[in-house]
């Protein structure tokens, strides 16, 4: 990792500091993704079953998998990790369900009452990314707040073969629409609808690029009329830490992003020359460790090791670079809270390592990625669901706020407008006349 001290920087080298991965934004993505999303419209499931076997190498002949077939995969999956999951889902069902939305009424003024309401969204897509390190933990984070939510066609895709364990995780969150399909076709199949796969009305779930492309295509294609959970990108984190915490965790909280794929990207932003130093060194020892030692390295050659004066300075450096994961290990780590201002989830303290966050406390790993979380939310039971207001006006309530709404329609030149309270006005006029 490159070391930097940012006092020493220029504004553009500043910039350059907190640029995301190289590998993001492959120009003839795009090109790719809109023909796949046409042949699915177009040919619908002979097309997906193609695509099946020429991307995920899998001969399948029906994309939905039947009762029987989840059932079995379920018997299959170990006692420990059943256990793992449910301790998991029941953390997560415990904090999505503390989201539930109190519904407002009230009188803006005598006789206008206003009111906003929730309701679920019915139909909703989750994506679960499979290929060699399949997201089970993925799956409890949508389709809890989907259930929750009272959302009443919940359908699941992943990419086949379908790991058990993710099947497992599906059933015991009462989904029961699962079909094998992943990559950009699956995105499709949920946006358009074919002959097997129910058309959805909001798309939810990570993925790679293609996933990602795919999803923000058909979320501005009007023929689809679908939504999205939020725009994504590759993993990151971000790690602010002083000269009391340990290096050893700062290094393995960098690596557990890094090891997520070559185009993930790790920040460590200190105050202290020393403790940069140590957590170089760390680096270098854990990572001869891994497994996925390669998918990290190539993540760590577009990171950075950032210096500050400060930690308040260090939280700017945060806030500029408005990460995914942000893990603050200091002596306080609470006092440097207020400082935050962009971030899609906070770790406090030395024993909060991000996994935490991804599997099993409680809060939701969906999260925004490539500097959105400056304007994007965390994923929470609010995204499962849709907001309305509700408005009632007694005729005392329209005599009392009609002039008002007739004097702005008027200055805007909409005498439509202004006519719809005038005649309601002149009737209730008359009303009071004749009585």
């Not at 070391?3 to 020493?8: A, P």
Request: aromatic content about 4%; hydrophobic content about 40%; some cysteine.
């Amino acid at each position: 990792m490159e070391t930097l001290v940012w006092n020493t920087l220029s504004e553009d080298a500043k910039r350059q500091a907190l640029s995301r991965s190289p590998l993001v934004g492959d120009d003839s993505l795009a090109t790719s993704v809109s023909d796949i999303l046409c042949n699915v419209k177009r040919r619908g499931d002979s097309t997906l079953i193609e695509y099946a076997a020429r991307f995920d190498k899998a001969e399948i002949d029906t994309l939905a998998l039947s009762a029987d077939e989840i059932a079995a995969a379920c018997e299959r999956v170990s006692p420990e990790l059943k256990d793992a999951i449910n301790a998991a889902r029941t953390n997560i069902a415990r904090f999505h369900s503390a989201q539930q939305f109190s519904e407002i009424s009230l009188e803006t003024q005598p006789g206008v009452r206003c009111e906003l309401k929730s309701e679920a969204i019915e139909k909703v897509g989750l994506y679960i990314p499979g290929g060699s390190a399949p997201l089970i933990s993925t799956v409890l984070m949508l389709a809890v707040p989907a259930a929750i939510a009272g959302c009443t066609k919940r359908v699941l895709v992943s990419p086949p073969p379908i790991d058990d364990a993710i099947l497992y995780a599906a059933s015991v969150c009462g989904i029961t629409d699962v079909f094998q399909i992943g990559g950009a076709q699956a995105i499709a199949a949920l946006a358009y609808g074919t002959e097997s796969v129910p058309k959805v009305d909001k798309i939810f779930g990570p993925g790679n690029r293609y996933v990602t492309e795919a999803k923000a295509q058909v979320a501005r294609d009007t023929q689809a009329a679908v939504t999205i959970d939020m725009p994504a990108g590759p993993s990151e984190v971000l790690v602010i830490a002083d000269d009391a915490a340990n290096p050893e965790f700062i290094a393995a909280d960098l690596l557990s992003q890094a090891e997520h794929g070559s185009d993930s990207q790790v920040i460590f932003v200190t105050d202290s020359r020393t403790q940069a130093n140590a957590v170089e060194a760390a680096l270098e020892r854990q990572l001869t460790l891994l497994p996925r030692r390669e998918t990290a390295e190539g993540a760590l050659s577009c990171s950075r090791i950032i210096i500050t004066a400060t930690l308040d300075e260090a939280a700017i450096v945060s806030n500029l670079y408005a990460p995914e994961h942000l893990i603050i290990q200091t002596r306080e780590p609470r006092a440097l809270l207020p400082r935050i201002r962009a971030a899609g989830s906070v770790f406090l303290g030395a024993y909060t390592p991000e996994s935490v966050g991804d599997y099993a406390s409680g809060t939701n790993h969906v999260l925004p990625t490539y500097g959105y979380s400056k304007t994007v939310s965390s994923l929470s039971l609010a995204d499962f669901c849709r907001r309305f207001t509700v408005q009632e006006l007694s005729a005392e309530g329209l005599k009392g706020l009609g002039q008002t709404v007739m004097t702005l329609a008027a200055a805007e030149s909409l005498d439509a407008h202004k006519n719809a309270v005038k005649v309601r006005l002149d009737a209730i006029a008359r009303e009071e006349n004749r009585q």
